[in-house]
């Protein structure tokens, strides 16, 4: 049995090529395959990006690594994997197969995709991930950025008590960040418990509008350039570019997706990060986030985590597209019994 290629992805968009559930297969496999391999780069992000003018823990992302082997051991750069291996399945699954929904919809009266119809299909995309998207990185954040602010109270010039609020609703008083035992304590559940507990399901889904943001404009470059590089590795119209050739095209589109969106992702990490340092600001909203980091910080600000973020996405996004067009998804319903499917 040999990988079957989805040609919805590969360029032909007249016809879906795959099932449901092998497009969710597909996802899922891709999301936990990137996820374990880019993780600790994705921590580096948070973390430099929830830095303040002055008081700078890390310099760059190699040193946020090696300081964060140093004081939390080797795990510590997996610190808040495991809701992202948890959800990402999902999340991915709804990301790919909504954008080839999307694709196939629009191009139903045989004259294929213009460039706007893809945007439009990218941007639906977004729109239906961030449901699991923006739980996931709420519960992650905390968990990352939970060394860093470790980090900073133990600087002598950084001694205030850190707070963990929400909206200027207090959640119930837990010293989060006490210290390296209180952060390896730290779990998505408790933290979920207390959000839910103080804030209802709507404090889960805070930072929604910063996530669409940023997801959505993510998506409208990110599918169309996929495909427009993609089609460039076909000898034929009809033919499938190598396998290699989709891992490049999903590691350039993604690493300049990521890049451009990149200042809304730092206003997304702001916003969703409850737990705050000595003197770290709070804000009530996108524009007062950008406001604010525009005159404390500068333009450049918005850049922080530029870097991680593209060596994050690409190869993410790389390995999403090579999963999804071998057809790991197929490849596995072809050795499993039908009837688990049929419904």
Known sequence: MVFTCNFSLCGNYGSPSSS???????????????????????????????????????????????????????????RGAAVNLTLVTPEKAIKLAANDFFRHHFARDGRGLTV??????????GICQVIITT???????????AGRLTAQQRSPAMTLPLKLSVAGTAVPARQ??????AVRSVSATKIAWDLLHSQGVGGLYRG???TLLRDVPFSVIYFPLFAHLNRLGQGQPSEAPPFYWSFLSGCGAGCIA?????????????LQSLSRGAHEESYSGIVDCARKILRKEGPSAFLKGASCRALLIAPLFGIAQVVYVLGVGEFVLDYTPNTLFSA
């Open 20 to 78: 449901l559930p092998a497009k969710l297969i597909n996802g899922g496999v891709a999301g936990i395959v990137g996820v374990t391999c880019v993780f600790p780069i994705d921590l580096a992000k948070t973390r430099l990006q929830n830095q303040r003018h002055g008081q700078q823990v890390y310099r760059s992302m190699v040193d946020c690594l090696l300081k964060t082997v140093r004081s939390e051991g080797y795990l510590g750069m997996y």
């Open 116 to 125: 706007f119809r893809e945007m439009l299909a990218g941007c639906g995309a």
């Open 135 to 145: 739980p996931m990185e709420m519960l992650k954040i905390q968990l990352q950025d």
């Open 176 to 181: 989060y960040n006490a210290g390296v035992a």
């Open 208 to 210: 929604l509008g910063a």
């Open 258 to 270: 990521a890049v451009a969106v990149n200042p809304c992702d730092v206003i997304k990490t702001r």
